[in-house]
Nanobody, 125 residues
């Protein structure tokens, strides 16, 4: 059974940091690119990052809106991908989703095959 599960969300103060985890099972994790997205009510789901399959040297890609603040990495031994978020702002408040694509990597939402249910991140004082 395919599972994609996000964890690590919660409440953090502005300027703080948070690390999200995405753990997957039921498919060949190392052959999929793993992306991070976020969505707030009334807005389209926004692509944030992608880390490519390990066969592609785990290359990373970022939307310009989060370059320099967010970073993503892969731990193949744990079937886990991380999103480290620094210098968080109130506008980062959203539900964050992890997703898997059989392509090496992409920031195109419709090309991701498997999705987690999301984890809430709230940035507030």
């Amino acid at each position: 059974q395919v599972q994609v599960v996000e964890s690590g969300g919660g409440l953090v103060q502005p300027g703080g940091s948070l690390r999200l985890s995405c753990t997957a099972s039921g498919f060949t994790f190392d052959d999929y690119g793993i992306g991070w997205f976020r969505q707030v009510p009334g807005k389209e789901r926004e692509a944030l990052s992608c880390v490519s399959s390990s066969s592609r040297d785990s290359r990373t890609y970022y939307d310009d809106s989060v370059k320099g603040r967010f970073s993503t990495s892969r731990d193949s031994a744990k079937n886990t991908v991380y999103l480290l978020m620094d210098s968080l702002k109130s506008e980062d408040t959203a539900v964050y989703y992890c997703a898997a694509t059989p392509l090496h990597c992409t920031l195109v939402r419709d090309l991701f095959q498997y999705w987690g249910r999301g984890t809430q991140v709230t940035v507030s004082s």
